[in-house]
């Protein structure tokens, strides 16, 4: 479910932008020592285009708006998201 939602973060940001904002991809830093757990993945920031943070989302399903201006497209993008985590896992348990 993480692999699905971390393609679609970026595809659903493109397919709701009114172009008023952009993305941002954080990648993890890669720890010294491999320690058991799981996979590091990376942030997607939302920013208007003065650079101020509006939205952030994880692969693992947290995703947090801050600013009311980008909260429609936040739903939108949300309502994406897992909807496609949601058939990754259903794809999963079929293959059983």
Same mark, same amino acid.
């Given at each position: 479910?993480?692999?699905?939602?971390?393609?679609?973060?970026? +595809? %659903? *940001?493109?397919?709701? @932008?009114?172009?008023?904002?952009?993305?941002?991809?954080?990648?993890?830093?890669?720890?010294?020592?491999?320690?058991?757990?799981?996979?590091?993945?990376?942030?997607?920031?939302?920013?208007e285009k003065?650079?101020?943070? +509006? %939205? *952030?989302?994880?692969? @693992?399903?947290?995703?947090?708006?801050?600013?009311?201006?980008f909260?429609?497209?936040?739903?939108?993008?949300?309502?994406?998201?897992?909807?496609?985590?949601?058939?990754?896992?259903?794809?999963?348990?079929?293959?059983?």
């Open positions: 479910m993480d692999n699905a939602r971390q393609h679609e973060i970026p +595809v %659903a *940001f493109d397919r709701h @932008n009114t172009g008023n904002f952009r993305m941002k991809k954080i990648e993890p830093r890669e720890p010294k020592e491999r320690i058991p757990g799981p996979l590091p993945r990376p942030t997607f920031q939302v920013l003065n650079g101020d943070l +509006v %939205a *952030f989302f994880h692969p @693992n399903g947290h995703a947090e708006c801050r600013n009311a201006s909260r429609v497209i936040f739903d939108k993008m949300q309502r994406d998201i897992e909807e496609a985590a949601s058939e990754a896992l259903d794809n999963f348990e079929k293959g059983r």
